[in-house]
């Protein structure tokens, strides 16, 4: 017998009175809330203005209205997109904050960190959805692991995404990883340049991880990913060199602009003195496909499950 219940017995024995409740079933076990990651309240911000600090609220308004113009969408459609941008810019802010640390600030305005554009805010026609749209939205960013994810987005993935490893080399992401983009069609955009090979060649002689020297005689696609991109392609000429497809499109864009190869999704072709290049797509392809989830909201897609679609086993948080 308990020492409880020997107490108990004693105690009606003096008493006659029937005092001691039975005895309690053990306490249920506490256990502790899974961690959350830490949404900052303010980061600094360099813009050709100076660096400044403000919201992060701020900053993530100015930053959708920066990367996202949805025009010729619904009213309710341009709502949605606007809520998922807004996650993913206050994601992003957030898993790269202090980025710059060493030159004192946070996150720059340009494409190195996202584009950031205060200015839009009386000039965009836009600016009242997006504002609604980031208050609806306040705090939200998705995680992985109880850390907020590095939430990359791109304009358009051509079809199908691509995996941060194969783009950039470095270990594999598991929420960035190729897949299909299982939207109705049209909704990816096809591409095609041409230029001389003397100008292709030129182009590839101002960089040194591309310089063949003073000839070009050929491009080929040496290996290609599971999205189908480019991830090596061969340079022959007075030299021979491998380069990864992602930077054979930084050099000649640098050279004819950024709607030149707007995707390493391509194929390349020597027609007499001319190099024709074709693909699909517009940007690098890994994360969020900005085309993609446009569709999925034209289709009725909520938002939880569209950014789960492009960052598979997140968390929205």
Do not use: K
Not at 48 to 64: C, K, N, P, R, T
Not at 175 to 201: C, G
């Amino acid at each position: 017998m308990r020492i409880r219940d020997t107490f108990c017995l004693a105690l009606v024995a003096l008493t006659g009175v029937v005092a001691c409740a039975r005895t309690p079933a053990a306490f249920p076990t506490v256990r502790p809330a899974p961690p959350r990651a830490v949404v900052p309240e303010t980061l600094s911000v360099r813009t050709a203005a100076g660096i400044s600090a403000m919201g992060l609220e701020d900053y993530v308004l100015g930053s959708v209205l920066a990367e996202v113009s949805p025009v010729n969408e619904t009213a309710a459609a341009t709502e949605r997109i606007f809520e998922i941008q807004a996650v993913i810019a206050r994601t992003y802010a957030t898993s790269r904050l202090g980025r710059h640390r060493d030159e004192g600030f946070d996150v720059c305005d340009t494409t190195h960190c996202q584009v950031f554009d205060p200015a839009r805010l009386a000039t965009s026609r836009f600016a009242a959805v997006a504002r609604a749209a980031v208050e609806r939205t306040a705090g939200r960013i998705l995680t992985y692991g109880a850390r907020p994810v590095e939430a990359l987005f791109h304009s358009d993935c051509g079809g199908v995404t691509a995996s941060a490893d194969t783009v950039w080399g470095g270990p594999a992401v598991p929420y960035l990883r190729a897949q299909a983009d299982d939207v109705p069609e049209p909704a990816h955009r096809p591409w095609r340049f041409e230029a001389s090979a003397a100008a292709i060649r030129d182009a590839l002689a101002a960089d040194a991880r591309t310089n063949v020297g003073r000839t070009l005689a050929r491009i080929e696609i040496a290996t290609t990913d599971a999205s189908g991109r480019a991830s090596e392609l061969t340079l022959s000429g007075e030299r021979a060199l491998t380069v990864r497809g992602d930077t054979l499109r930084a050099v000649l864009n640098r050279r004819f602009g950024d709607r030149a190869i707007q995707s390493t999704r391509l194929s390349v072709t020597r027609v007499g003195t001319r190099y024709v290049f074709e693909g699909t797509g517009f940007g690098h392809g890994v994360g969020l496909c900005q085309r993609g989830a446009a569709a999925r909201v034209r289709r009725g897609d909520p938002v939880p499950d569209i950014l789960r679609a492009y960052y598979p086993g997140t968390t929205l948080q």
